[in-house]
């Protein structure tokens, strides 16, 4: 790829990456601070029950325990992303929702002392008929989870395009499959962790994160504190998939027994309190109908998905919508109707997962290639006919800008010599391909759009402030090599302060795949302020014009006359002596349709830009055990120009393992309200040697309005590996999957199917 | 409570403390010895991000009890920075972009060593074998491989 920047598309060192390899990066678990206290949270053990009584006193009585608190110690303001959702208080005085869900808590001088404390505290329980089904709790009778939600339905998106009947009677083929998926776990290596301190009315938290600022926002509420009294300050995360973006039970806890003990606070969730007690990813079942032309062309789509979404709504209606979008913004859909369903069930708290909807996308992806099949067509075509376009609109009227689905998908099948594994599948093998697009960014009000500040110190080092915050993906040290390329000066000049809500300001966080498009974006336009400063003082010093300076390697410098320079820091010097130090703000707000609502108004831009990418499964199957492996994957990605493509390759082999080896191994196992698979033995996440030979590729694009023209990088790859796989069991057996994950047994049952046909 | 002395080399530094009989060797060099570089992500020996090389065996130290290592002589990442100077598996962990949200990755590096250790010339089947032991879930492990690959041939 050619390149006419200094450090922008180098694979450069992340600039984190240096206190991770000698064990010097600080994550929550790892703080102390003087006089802290170990907190500990009592759980309810049923799944559904009324709270009678919760009576702490004894607790409180054991030497050393410094603070007991329940939801009678809670304001009860409840939380939801929305003002229509708001439903979750975190602590209740009312009812318990779930097994694992917080009731009260201690702060104690050690943890021994802690435990010893919860088990003296007494709830009395009236323990109430519960529902674990989704569909069962829609019926009517079902026990009622939260009142003012009828038949448990959380959120009902519909929407409908066009003239989907109509145009189903006019296709010339149709098909309706229902597929099922588990919801996985997040199994983020690092705990939910929680550190809580509270001096002269500020209270200073610190947790893994993917956006202080709305963290803050919420806490503020609930806590009835003014918003800048709650400040989140820096820290490391150990990953974070869609699981960190919400206030946590845990946030509140530890504030008020941060509030209540005058002393530092921490809480630390074992492995299996972050799979029961964190955040879950939602079951799904999708019915998906689809009507085809003769040559290939998707007439209609009819959908019918419903989510398991446990005890509350968390980001309920975004998760009700974020399937459907991600596949309306790859294809072109003429007729379509999406009636989207998440429903409550007396399980744990759900939220957006980085591989949310895998039985949606799978499915229509599978169900794609037996049609073409029937048709005569290829994969490879029939995506490349229905695939978007750059300037089309999709569906809900968001337009495409920059592209790259067709290079994706002709790439990766090239690479893989697609057409002709897939023309001859043996019974062993098959090849599979799933194409989808995400959206950089989507409408979260004010808070969708992202401000930067910089400042140039006296001896030319710079100081650059965001909001942004880094969960492992590298956003970090993304926007320093982004402030790098702009002001000349190499990365380790640049000191970068960051996702710490009393000194940054307002950014999306890692959330909304915004991080790049947005985040690095208002970076980009701060420093580009800040350089056109010093620009103007060193063409006056240097004595030509400003369309001729050029900034590279700390200076100043002629670009006619590379010679003739003078160090960034004289001209930073010369700033202070005028009294205008070189100080410079950036935003940048994405063009989106701020009117468009996810239940009321589902149409309009959804984000400023989408990035592309495909994906191709090869697997083998063992005949006789069902067992897949998967000796190959390679994926093709548009991010648009990747700012590092050494981060971008990270992040789609981390996909690749997240959403593609996992749709083999990956699924939460439940017996009524209890998980059964809370740990890292019995979930299997999938080690080094479950991975197949990888090759990722960058297509060449760039988009007009991303920093140096990049979007979004990894997230798309997240989302279609499993569709890969799953195309690769259909091409190999002739059937569609039912159920994800395909473990043996289920890779059985569709061979028996197949069986079953001949 | 009744406590007992155990002592150890840790990072080349004889250290004599005491602790509580039950306690476990990862909760003293970071409770104690403020060594938090091992990360405790499971606490049950599944995903190996504790591990620490203890008389030249990577261990899970979520699974040693702190009494057990008495006599020891014990390697955390802290401890492999020699002179100032990164060890090769460092410097390749960074260069090959194989850390991500780091939290396994001082377990990666110390199970590593440990092998680089025993075998000077693994081969790739064999480098995946052994850090098959522990769980990533950030990197898809294809750059971690080659980190440990690239360091192997610096040694
Ligand atoms: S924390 Fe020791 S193996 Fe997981
Ligand atoms: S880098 Fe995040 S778990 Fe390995």
Known sequence: MNNE????????????????VTGEARYTADLKFPNMLVAKVLRSPHPHAKILKI???????????????????????????????????????????????????????????????????????????????PFESMKDGAPQIHSEYKNNVNIHIHIDVGEVDKAMEKAFLVREDTFKAAGEAYAMMEPYAVVALFKNGYLDLYMPNAGPHVRAKALSNMLKLPLNRVRIRHINSGGAFGGR?????????????????????????????????????????????????????ILAKDYKVVYDGGAYSSTGPIATSIPFYVYEECYRFPNVRYNGYRVFTNKGIRGMYGCHGRAFLAGNESQMDLMAKELGLDPVDVRLKNGLKPGEVTATKSKITSCGLKETILEASEKTNFRKKW?????????????????????????????????????????????????????????????????????????????????????????SQAAAFVGANAVRVACENARKRIVAIAAEKLGIKETEVGLKDRAAHSIKHPDKKMPISWVVREAFFRGEPIVATGSFFPHIDFEREWVTRPWGQMAGTFSFGTSVAEIEIDQETGKIKMPKFTSAHDCGRPINPMAVEGQMEGSIQQAGVAALTEGNLWDKGHLLNPNLLEYKVPLACDMPEIDTIIVSSRDPAGPFGAKEGGLTIRMNAYSAVACALTNATGELFTELPLTPDKVLTVLERKKGVK | MK????????????????????ETLLETLRERLMLTGAKEACGMGSCGACTVVMNGIPVRSCLVLAPEADGAVITTVEGLRQDGK???????????????????????????????????????KEIIKTMSSNICRCTGYKKIIEAVEEAAKKI
């Open chain 1, 5 to 20: 920047f200094n450090i922008v598309g180098k694979r450069v060192v992340r600039s984190d990456s240096l206190a991770k």
């Open chain 1, 55 to 133: 009576d702490c006193s004894k607790a409180l009585k054991v030497p050393g325990v410094k603070a007991a608190v329940s939801g009678f110690d809670s304001y009860g303001v409840k939380w939801g992303v929305f003002r229509y959702t708001q439903d979750h208080a975190m602590l209740h005085t009312d009812k318990v929702r779930y097994i694992g869900e917080d009731v009260a808590a201690v702060a104690a001088v050690d943890e021994e002392t802690a435990l010893e404390a919860l088990s003296l505290i007494k709830v009395d329980y009236e323990p109430l008929p519960a529902v674990f089904d």
């Open chain 1, 245 to 297: 973006s919400e206030v946590a039970p845990g946030d509140l806890v530890a504030s008020l027994l941060a509030i209540k003990s005058g002393q530092p606070v921490k809480l630390v969730l074992t492995r299996e309190e972050n799979a029961t007690a964190s955040r879950q990813v939602h079951d799904i079942v999708a019915t998906v109908k689809t009507g085809m032309k003769k040559d290939g062309t």
């Open chain 1, 423 to 511: 023309a001859k599948p043996s019974k062993r093998k098959g090849i599979g391909m799933g194409c989808v697009a995400i959206m950089c960014g989507f409408p979260m009000g004010f808070r969708s759009g992202s401000s930067a500040y910089v400042k140039i110190n006296d001896d030319g080092q710079v100081t650059l402030v965001t909001g942004l915050v880094d969960n492992g993906q590298g956003n970090e040290s993304m926007v320093i090599q982004v402030a790098s390329e702009v002001l000349g000066v190499p990365m380790e000049d640049i000191n970068l302060v960051c996702a710490d809500t009393e000194v940054t300001n307002l950014d999306p966080g890692a959330y």
């Open chain 2, 3 to 22: 406590m007992t002395r155990v002592s150890f080399e840790i990072n080349n530094e004889k250290v004599s403390l005491d602790v509580r009989p039950y």
């Open chain 2, 86 to 124: 990164l060890h090769p598996l460092q410097q390749a962990f960074m260069e090959k972009g194989a850390v991500q949200c780091g939290f396994c990755t001082s377990g990666m590096i110390m199970t590593a060593k440990a092998l680089l250790e025993r075998n000077k010339k693994p081969t790739k």
